[in-house]
């Protein structure tokens, strides 16, 4: 009777280890992860799925986080040693920068709105909440914006966020001629912080789409625009009260004729690129011709004083006491130009 029961024990036994490493019951698992995700959905890559109809969501071991509602897949990259990924949605609409055909920055407008989660290769969920625009600038850093906020996070070697720093839109700092200077980050993928100017009760003057303002010769301000896709796109030339002098040149800059005694005066010096490189916004006379590549000797509005040199400004050299400008042209001749009449005397 002993031996009986000891022999209908070990069955059992045997019998319930079976049961438990059944492989059955892996593949009934695999069944319902594919059904999880729906017919004709796959994963990408990480956390990442795609469905048929070219929505993206966030799965886990074949379940559901986060449904198919998003628009877009983007990757982001690793940051300390972790990958990352972005999902975008429509969302509005949001400020742009507005070019007109030659590419010159000519103001801002608006354009539709994608906002984006960005997601770790586990599906967490990074921010607590969706950007603008992203930039991995290093494996360690990663820049975002939103609505005009503009925030940079320091990656750990674990994947971890270790420091944020945000730079908040709205008042700079400077002040140009008792102009409050004022910015807004559009995007994070170009150059993102454009400078603008208001006055004193918070009137904007000049538009934030200017790269960089300051003042020039005590009483003159410049403003630039330079963005990655169209290079130097404007400089333009305003009085203390932020009137509008000039606009058509690719670059404007003032010189002093002698580096080390300001006194003895500076003299304008406009540039235009030349239109046949397409690298730089072309630029155009009053009556909207274009205008060729070179360099003009210019008054402190901006007006040409000289003729066109079909030079670069690394071509001219100047004798403060002679005032003389020596020009070397394209073949190596250099003439000398009498430029008396070009000085601007220092006013402040």
Same mark, same amino acid.
């Given at each position: 009777m002993k031996k009986l029961f000891i022999l209908v024990l070990a069955l059992l036994m045997l019998c319930s280890c079976g049961a438990r490493e059944e492989p059955i019951i892996e593949e009934s698992q695999s069944e319902a992860e594919t059904f999880e995700l729906g017919e004709g959905s796959r994963v990408l890559e990480g956390c990442i799925f795609k469905t048929a109809d070219e929505k993206y969501g966030v799965q886990k071991d074949g379940k559901i986080i986060l449904p198919a509602t998003y628009d877009e897949f983007k990757r982001i990259g690793e940051l300390g040693g972790k990958m990352f990924y972005a999902l975008g949605?429509?969302?509005?609409?949001?400020?742009?920068? $507005? =070019? #007109?055909?030659?590419?010159?920055?000519? /103001? &801002?407008?608006?354009?539709?709105?994608?906002?984006?989660?960005?997601?770790?290769?586990?599906?967490n969920m990074l921010l607590s909440f969706p950007v603008d625009d992203f930039c991995r600038s290093t494996p360690e850093q990663l820049y975002v914006t939103l609505e005009g906020n503009?925030?940079?996070?320091?990656?750990?070697?674990?994947?971890?966020?270790?420091?944020?720093?945000?730079?908040?839109k709205g008042k700079?700092?400077?002040?140009?001629?008792?102009?409050?200077?004022? $910015? =807004? #980050?559009?995007?994070?993928?170009?150059? /993102? &912080?454009?400078?603008g100017l208001a006055d004193s009760?918070?009137?904007?003057?000049?538009?934030?789409?200017?790269?960089?303002?300051?003042?020039?010769?005590?009483?003159?301000?410049?403003?630039?625009?330079?963005?990655?896709?169209?290079?130097?796109?404007?400089?333009?030339l305003f009085d203390s009260e932020c009137n509008l002098l000039c606009e058509k040149y690719n670059f404007i800059e003032y010189y002093p004729i002698d580096?080390?005694?300001?006194?003895?005066?500076?003299?304008?010096?406009?540039?235009?690129?030349?239109?046949?490189?397409?690298?730089?916004?072309?630029?155009?006379?009053?009556?909207?011709?274009?205008?060729?590549?070179?360099?003009?000797?210019i008054d402190k509005n901006g007006n040409a004083l000289s003729e066109r040199f079909d030079?670069?400004?690394?071509?001219?050299?100047?004798?403060?006491?002679?005032?003389?400008?020596?020009?070397?042209?394209?073949?190596?001749?250099?003439?000398e130009i009498p430029i008396g009449d070009y000085i601007i005397e220092k006013d402040w």
């Open positions: 949605f429509k969302d509005g609409t949001k400020r742009c920068l $507005e =070019y #007109n055909e030659d590419g010159a920055v000519i /103001g &801002t407008s608006e354009t539709e709105r994608t906002l984006y989660d960005i997601f770790d290769s586990d599906g503009y925030y940079i996070y320091d990656f750990s070697g674990s994947g971890e966020i270790e420091e944020e720093w945000i730079h908040s700079n700092g400077r002040t140009v001629f008792g102009f409050d200077g004022i $910015e =807004y #980050n559009y995007n994070a993928s170009g150059f /993102g &912080t454009y400078t009760e918070g009137n904007v003057v000049l538009p934030e789409i200017y790269s960089y303002i300051f003042p020039a010769l005590g009483d003159r301000i410049i403003a630039y625009t330079h963005t990655s896709m169209v290079g130097y796109s404007a400089y333009r580096r080390e005694d300001y006194s003895k005066g500076f003299v304008g010096v406009a540039t235009c690129y030349y239109p046949e490189s397409q690298a730089y916004r072309i630029c155009r006379d009053e009556n909207g011709e274009i205008m060729p590549g070179g360099l003009w000797f030079i670069e400004m690394t071509d001219i050299e100047f004798s403060a006491n002679d005032k003389i400008a020596f020009v070397k042209n394209t073949e190596g001749k250099t003439t």
